[in-house]
């Protein structure tokens, strides 16, 4: 029996979803009828969160300074600002504004969007500067450090499995609601089943082949649990992907994976 949802071995990689609260600003535009600029971060460095997610497992996972270089350096242009990522039932995948900047500064991986000035973007105005949403990203984890048994600690008082991103594939963030759930904190979360499940309303067959996944991940646990193992802990192991249209890796689209 698999227990908290915990996989063996390392979790899934592509299309994950973070989100947190607040993690914006909204910076007054220069003309008294212009519309704002959103400015803040997606996400911060080396600091432990608690994924607890179906599709994902249960684990720690921190993202390190310079995890996002590479995609900010080269994924840029394909980048979208949307709210919802894409699946709000009203403003659909529009895009809220174009990237002005972004950067990695010594807090974490931080942007900053002009709104344009659009019914939709006046729409969810309010509660952007009630800030009433939080700040989400969608990536896929390129390069990563998986610790399946690192041991107690004082960050980790139960020794569940753990996961440090190192190099990680952006296509888009943007701000989104962000729903509480029995057992959250005020840090980081996975909204990763419900970028997922949203999806699956309209791809049934998706949908099972995510249960199939889950049944899979489980038999196989259930098996490992049974299995006989070396004593001492799991050594430290490092994972590489290819970027998109590299190696064995399909192109992918731009944004709307």
């Keep these: 029996m698999v227990k908290d949802k915990q996989h063996v071995g390392p979790p899934p990689r592509e299309n994950l979803v973070r989100a ?3 993690g914006f600003e909204l910076r007054a535009s220069t003309d008294p009828d212009g519309m704002p600029t959103l400015v803040g971060h997606f996400i911060r460095w080396g600091e432990w969160a608690e994924i607890d997610s179906i599709f994902e497992g249960r684990f720690l996972e921190r993202f390190e300074r310079g995890s996002m270089t590479k995609t900010f350096n080269e994924n840029r242009a394909s980048m979208r600002v949307t709210f919802q990522h894409g699946r709000d039932p009203h403003l659909g995948d529009k895009v809220l504004g174009p990237i002005d900047e972004l950067e990695e500064d010594s807090k974490g991986a931080r942007y900053a969007v002009p709104l344009f000035d659009t019914a939709y ?11 009433v949403y939080g700040a989400s990203f969608r990536f896929r984890s390129m390069r990563e450090e998986f610790e399946d048994k690192p041991g107690v600690s004082d960050f980790n008082p139960e020794g569940i499995p753990q996961r440090t991103v190192k190099e990680a594939m952006v296509p888009e963030f943007g701000p ?6 029995a057992g959250s904190t005020a840090g980081v979360r996975s909204m990763t ?6 999806g699956f309303t309209s791809d049934p067959e998706r949908l099972v082949e995510l249960i199939e ?19 001492g802990p799991e050594p430290t192991s490092e994972r590489r992907v290819p970027l998109f249209g590299q190696g064995d890796e399909k192109e992918a689209p731009a944004w709307m994976l």
């Design 176 to 181: 989104v609601t962000f729903p509480a759930y």
């Design 121 to 131: 973007n006046r729409e969810i105005l309010p509660g952007l500067e009630a800030g």
């Design 213 to 231: 996944h889950v049944r899979a991940t489980r038999s196989d646990a259930a098996s490992q649990d049974h299995a006989p193992s070396d004593a």
């Design 193 to 198: 089943d419900e970028f997922l499940f949203g």
């Design 20 to 22: 947190m609260p607040g």
